[in-house]
């Protein structure tokens, strides 16, 4: 099996061991369900496209360890997630081809094809303005966070229905490089505080 739609199935958790019993799937659809942890997925390194729109997954950090096991992934979709929330526009069903249906169905026309990817690009075009006038606050974290999951996948082209630029790969690299030096900077100047206590005591 190297495709999977189980998307709107009310899950509430996946199988321990998924990566043994599907360890070919290409392309996985979890979308609009209510799961909480995606760790059972760990063994799925040769997925290329995941999506896990609108369920409930609370942190970041376990997608992005996640996602460095899988070396072929080239789309990603954790939009809807609380993990997610506030860093892109709100979305319908229709704002997402294939969200609920088989989204690479052989029977599929040229017209439909052409409509998904107007949907697609229409929605891009809305993020581009949404992104434009988040708060400080939330424009670094939003960048933090697809910079943190493009370190990851090298090969990635589509993150959470926006697509992937080297001009964005640059400038999240130069965010997480100056939070990093940042971090640095504080360790060495709280250690130097405390040597300074040391001699005065």
Do not use: H
């Not at 760790?39 to 997608?63: A, C, D, Q």
Request: charged share 30%; with cysteine; aromatic share 4%.
């Amino acid at each position: 099996m190297i495709y999977l739609e189980v998307a709107a199935c009310r899950l509430t958790a996946l199988p321990e061991d998924m990566g043994k019993l599907t360890p070919n799937l290409r392309v996985l659809n979890l979308n609009y369900n209510f799961l909480e942890d995606a760790r059972p997925l760990e063994g799925l390194t040769r997925l290329e496209k995941l999506t896990i729109i609108g369920s409930r997954l609370r942190k970041s950090k376990p997608l992005i360890r996640l996602v460095q096991r899988m070396p072929d992934i080239e789309m990603l979709d954790f939009r809807m997630n609380p993990c997610t929330l506030g860093w892109y526009l709100p979305l319908l069903v229709k704002d997402v081809p294939g969200a609920l249906q088989p989204s690479e169905s052989k029977n599929s026309t040229g017209g439909e094809e052409q409509t998904q990817e107007k949907i697609s690009t229409s929605w891009q075009e809305l993020d581009a303005k949404f992104r434009r006038d988040l708060p400080d606050e939330l424009y670094i974290g939003r960048l933090a966070y697809r910079g943190l999951i493009m370190r990851a996948c090298r090969r990635l082209r589509m993150l959470d229905g926006v697509g992937v630029s080297e001009k964005e790969r640059t400038k999240a690299q130069k965010l997480l490089m100056g939070i990093l030096n940042k971090n640095r900077n504080q360790e060495k100047k709280t250690r130097g505080e405390g040597e300074t206590e040391e001699l005065r005591s």
